[in-house]
């Protein structure tokens, strides 16, 4: 059973910093492509990130520019820091492991299993 952990997140005025990180049990981490998504009080679960196993990486519109996803295989752990955050980016933030179950996609919540607890992101306007 994997098991992950996030953690990173805190309270940040507007166009400041956060790094979170995603840290997984197992030794077969190098082979996992991890996402990253993020739900808001009252919204839907939405698709922040991700990163295949081989290290291509996907982002939604709104963070392009402003976050980056990586890993580090060493340390089965991945990461996504944030810069010029903004109110909207408030949520809590939550990493999963992509199945790719049928008809599913890396931005889709349903191609992910194994989530993990999630770590609260607050920007401050």
């Known amino acids: 059973q994997v098991q992950l952990v996030e953690s990173g997140g805190g309270l940040v005025q507007a166009g400041g910093s956060l790094r979170l990180s995603c840290a997984a049990s197992?030794?077969?981490?190098?082979?996992?492509?991890m996402g990253w998504f993020r739900q808001a009080p009252g919204k839907e679960r939405e698709f922040v990130a991700a990163?295949?196993?081989?290290?291509?990486?996907y982002y939604t519109d709104s963070v392009k520019g402003r976050f980056t996803i990586s890993r580090d295989n060493a340390k089965n752990t991945v990461y996504l820091q944030m810069n010029s955050l903004k109110p909207e980016d408030t949520a809590v933030y939550y990493c999963a492991i992509y199945v790719g179950f049928s008809g599913s996609s890396y931005y889709t919540s349903t191609g992910y299993d194994y989530w993990g607890q999630g770590t609260q992101v607050t920007v401050s306007s």
């Open positions: 990163t295949t196993w081989s290290g291509t990486t």
């Open positions: 197992g030794r077969a981490f190098s082979n996992y492509d």
